[in-house]
């Protein structure tokens, strides 16, 4: 499975970007079983996860962190998982990851990463 992950940037405190990525290379029935989601890492930090959502689009997971500012929307057509973020905050600054996995614990691909810088 491949993901390809676009957007990212350089953007001022308060203001948004978006985040797309689209997966490849899975059957149906992966796509169907899978949660897609992003991790982020800033410098010096671990991997956390940011959120994730599965296949019907009836669970969604946020980090308390983004709760409020960040959306995750899923195009099962296209096999594409986005992040919209609005109210970028400094601490924001970080690499987002796409994730494909069973679950957003047992992650079992990841995208390249694309780097998402605040200015304060």
């Known amino acids: 499975v491949q993901l390809q992950a676009f957007g990212g940037g350089l953007v001022q405190a308060g203001g948004s970007l978006r985040l797309s990525c689209a997966a490849s290379?899975?059957?149906?029935?992966?796509?169907?079983?899978?949660?897609m989601g992003w991790f982020r890492q800033a410098p010096g930090k671990e991997r956390e996860i940011v959120g994730g959502i599965n296949w019907s689009r009836d669970r969604v997971y946020y980090a308390n962190s983004v709760k409020g500012r960040f959306t995750i929307s899923r195009d099962n057509a296209e096999n594409t998982v986005s992040l919209q973020m609005n109210s970028l905050k400094p601490e924001d600054t970080a690499v987002y990851y796409c994730?494909?996995?069973?679950?957003?614990?047992?992650?079992?691909?990841w995208g390249q990463g694309t780097q998402v810088t605040v200015s304060s």
């Open positions: 290379g899975a059957s149906l029935r992966t796509f169907k079983d899978s949660v």
């Open positions: 994730a494909l996995g069973p679950s957003l614990s047992d992650i079992t691909n």
